[in-house]
């Protein structure tokens, strides 16, 4: 039994390492999709080459990429789990106008950091209520307009956890967003 035994443990343990170097490696193909809103998201970020992103985000494997982290799914391909991109953009560039749309191609998209990057607001904005498992919001510390928030009202962001938005005064009184944000497990405006 002891000669069977070793052999299935060996085994057992093969398989065990391998599982975890899987779950740890995030080589999986990036979803061609998400690639595309990466680059574009670098192009808005930089332009016209303000952003530390121009050094930081030049290696093939985009998951690799400062701020970006994947998740593989059972096809082995890599998706966007998480965006972390604070104070990238160089406050002397002026007021940044993202367009909330290319967010939408990062379908399991649960994190997005993007505090101190001098966004003034949104084109688009409507588009960010289609972040179904976003979890966690950071907008803080930049001068988003009042309009950068009500727009929130005709959407449900049921996923959505944690909201920083330290740094910034909207035009509506912060009553009426905790309401919009009740499910809210941290809501921060300082």
């Known amino acids: ?17 391998l599982m975890c170097l899987n779950i740890m490696d995030c080589n999986g193909k990036l979803v061609e999709e998400e690639k595309r ?15 530390t992103l121009i050094n930081e985000w030049v290696e093939e494997n985009y ?5 970006i982290f994947c998740i593989r799914d059972l096809n082995n391909d890599a998706h966007v789990l998480d965006i972390i991109l604070t104070s990238k953009r160089e406050l002397g560039l002026g007021i940044w106008y993202p367009d909330a749309n290319l967010l939408t191609r990062f379908t399991h998209l649960q994190s997005l950091y993007i505090s101190v ?8 904005p409507e588009a960010l209520c289609k972040l179904r498992n976003l979890k966690e919001l950071d907008l803080s510390f ?5 309009d950068a928030l009500p ?25 009426l967003l905790r309401g919009l944000f009740s499910q809210l497990l941290n809501f921060d405006q300082s």
């Open 117 to 124: 990057n001098a966004i003034g607001n949104w084109i688009m």
């Open 1 to 17: 039994m002891a000669g069977v035994l070793c052999p299935m443990l060996q085994l057992l343990w093969t398989c065990w390492i």
């Open 142 to 146: 930049n001068p988003l307009n009042g």
């Open 63 to 67: 998951c690799a990429w400062a701020g």
């Open 37 to 51: 809103a990466l680059l574009e998201l670098k192009d808005s970020l930089n332009y016209p080459n303000g952003s």
């Open 151 to 175: 727009h929130f009202q005709a959407c449900s962001l049921a996923s959505l956890e944690q909201l920083h938005l330290s740094g910034i005064y909207p035009s509506f009184p912060l009553p």
